[in-house]
């Protein structure tokens, strides 16, 4: 069995000066896609269920269960993880269910709401053995509610994680969720003076929205944990739509999905890669100027979950 904490894999990354990729599943061919990516990188990964992932499935339960037997078969180690979850009785559910790590975003709140949720929420978890995220300065994105230039406070922050006891900290350093482009530009100065500030590891989200050579530049700053769905649901989706394109007779989903499974698992392999490895990334780009995978956008009608 290869179900592990992802204490271990964000510590792990963490004092080596690396990344972890954290891809969010949407439905079990996404778990499976990300499972084979952690094979073929021959790398660790994180699978994230998101808040809006268990509405989708009409609970948590159905979807958290495969998941969680998926990445028990995995050959690499493989974390389960709740991401964005804004109502505390979801991430109680995660942890009788047997997530070893939650995400508890109260970034919209007023300061000391959050704080006192958070705490609230950590307090419950480390009782149960479970790694907490907490989020603080709000990630924008689909919804809007992100101003433009809003940023993570090193002071606050420093004052959020001792109050809070959360495990990591996701922060407002730029990027801004379900981006279509990757032309997201990160405070890199912002990054280093946080990760000098906070004795817990940097959680980058919407990452989909950010390059690969600023993803090398924000890990070697400090971040270390690196959420990304939109970007993976892109190379699904258009998976899809080329064999569904090819063949209008095709009804057996089984026949489109397995290559958009495929598809998904090699760029996730990719970035596992290239976060494990960010002195490699620009060295990469400067030999594949062309690469779709570093260079351009996602298909505009791709709908990306909250990342």
């Known amino acids: 069995m290869t179900l592990v904490s992802a204490r271990d894999l964000v510590s792990a990354a963490s004092a080596a000066g690396t990344g972890i990729g954290a891809f969010n599943v949407i ?77 508890f975003d109260g970034g919209a709140l007023p300061y000391d709401d959050n704080v006192a949720l958070t705490a609230s929420v950590a307090a419950r978890a480390h009782a149960a053995g479970v790694y907490v995220e907490g989020e603080l300065g709000e990630v924008g994105g689909k919804d809007g509610a992100h101003a433009p230039g809003v940023r993570t406070d090193p002071d606050e922050a420093r004052a959020f994680v001792a109050a809070t006891g959360v495990d990591a900290l996701a922060v407002a350093v730029g990027s801004s969720h379900a981006m279509t482009d990757r032309t997201a530009s990160l405070d890199l100065d912002l990054i280093a003076r946080l990760h000098a500030a906070l004795p817990v590891p940097l959680v980058l989200h919407g990452s989909s929205g950010v390059a690969d050579a600023v993803i090398a530049d924000a890990v070697r700053a400090g971040m270390t944990k690196i959420n990304v769905s939109t970007h993976l649901n892109g190379f699904f989706t258009r998976a899809v739509r080329e064999k569904l394109d090819a063949d209008e007779r095709l009804v057996d989903s089984r026949k489109y999905l397995a290559p958009a499974r495929d598809a998904l698992a090699v760029e996730a392999a990719r970035l596992l890669r290239l976060f494990a490895s960010p002195s490699q990334i620009r060295t990469q780009i400067a030999e594949n100027p062309g690469n779709s995978a570093t260079s351009t956008g996602i298909d505009d009608t791709v709908q990306g979950a909250r990342r």
């Not at 990964?45 to 509405?55: E, F, M, R, T, Y």
């Not at 389960?80 to 047997?98: F, M, N, Q, S, Y």
Request: proline share 5%; charged share 20%.
């Open 27 to 103: 439905h079990l061919e996404t778990a499976e896609g990300l499972v084979r990516a952690a094979a073929l990188a021959e790398l660790p990964v994180i699978l994230q269920i998101s808040q809006n992932c268990a509405d989708y499935h009409g609970g948590l339960e159905p979807i958290a269960l495969a998941t969680l037997a998926v990445a028990r078969r995995a050959q690499m180690p493989v974390a389960v993880h709740l991401d964005h979850a804004e109502r505390p009785e979801l991430v109680d559910e995660a942890i009788a269910l047997g997530f070893g790590s939650v995400m």
